[in-house]
């Protein structure tokens, strides 16, 4: 069998299959902005609002984790 068989039948390459990622991430991105049905002010206000409430939500989960630490020890 020839190398050039090999390849037909074995499916995609690493690099084939990244190249792939990359340019469908590309062109889902450009659809997406194209196609969004908020401005871009109104996106990026949204983008802003998302982000404090990440924000807080990883402080709440860092003061429970804390917390629960706290209990687990012994007490002096």
Same mark, same amino acid.
């Given at each position: +069998?020839?190398?050039? *068989?090999?390849?037909?039948?074995?499916? @995609?390459?690493?690099?084939? @299959? +990244?190249?792939?990622?990359?340019?469908?991430?590309?062109?889902?991105?450009v659809?997406?902005?194209?196609?969004?049905?908020?401005?871009?002010?109104?996106?990026?206000?949204?983008?802003?609002?998302?982000? @404090?409430?990440?924000?807080?939500?990883?402080?709440?989960?860092?003061?429970?984790?804390?917390?629960?630490?706290?209990? *687990? *020890?012994p007490y002096?």
């Amino acid at each position: +069998m020839s190398q050039s *068989e090999k390849k037909c039948c074995s499916g @995609l390459s690493g690099k084939e @299959l +990244m190249i792939g990622s990359i340019i469908g991430g590309i062109v889902g991105g450009v659809t997406a902005l194209l196609l969004a049905p908020k401005s871009g002010e109104e996106t990026r206000r949204d983008l802003h609002v998302k982000d @404090l409430v990440s924000n807080g939500v990883d402080k709440v989960k860092q003061a429970a984790s804390t917390l629960v630490k706290k209990d *687990e *020890e012994p007490y002096s």
